[in-house]
């Protein structure tokens, strides 16, 4: 099994980072690093990653020791390295990293789903895997479409501006959709039974009921929305950076990298391969 420090160094110094430092030594200088992303990132020796907390398998902190895992951390360590710099974790929610890049308190945020909305706003890259979104469905409750969800008479917790949100309000318009803070906040809600389900992408949706059967049912709703995860980029002019981690997220997948940094955050929350719902690929 290939561990977090062997993911970390499996695209090592190479060609990439290479290219990555050849372009910043020729073309770099103050003025420019103030007006491109990249340059500011090659100039400063700091990476910039959204960061957010309680968010197995993608992300975790542990609040003791303050070290944080989940294989978007993985990934962006890798990212780091690759262009030999820090990587620096900025805290943020789902639903605020968006307004975060714009704001210039991050450089990237992986694990966002492109929709019409976050497009208006941010750039985005080539998918780093696939997705899919899913229910959990309370005891009794068994919905095998989002028709079946989209009555008067359903509730849908969500997470706050997260593309479960987005997705969930244009698919279920007529149902009750509460709307929380943090992930967690609404798996609350659907394990009090203030909701029928919660809307979530499927990662989190077999971990939380692996962890506790008694929350209900993964169901994989349809017609299947499939979607990727993306890494997303405050907008700007110069489309270096976006380019360069475009090159990047191919040259990882083509290594195995993402796949196996999803892998082993998984297993680490006790999911298998044996539990990704049928029709649902990396």
Known sequence: MTTRRDLAGLIGAGAVAAGALTLASNGASAQTAAKNTFDRIIANKKLRLGAVTS???WFTKDPVSGKWSGHFYTI????????EVELELVET???????DLQADKIDIMFGLNPTPKRAMAVDFSVGAYDSALVVIAKPGFEPK???DMNKPEVKISVDVGSAHDQIATLLCPKAQITRFKTINEAMLALRTGRVDAQ??????GVRAVKADPSLGKVVVPQPFFGSTSNAAFRREP???WRDFVNTWIV???????VRSAVVESLEQVGVTPEDIPAGITL
């Open 93 to 99: 929610t789902w639903g605020n990293a968006v307004l």
């Open 238 to 240: 110069d489309k270096t």
């Open 251 to 257: 040259y990882a997948r083509g290594l195995g990298l």
């Open 145 to 147: 479409n989002w028709a």
């Open 76 to 83: 962006g360590s890798a990212l780091a390295k690759d262009m």
């Open 55 to 57: 968010s197995a398998p």
């Open 199 to 204: 809307c979530i992408f499927w990662m989190g």
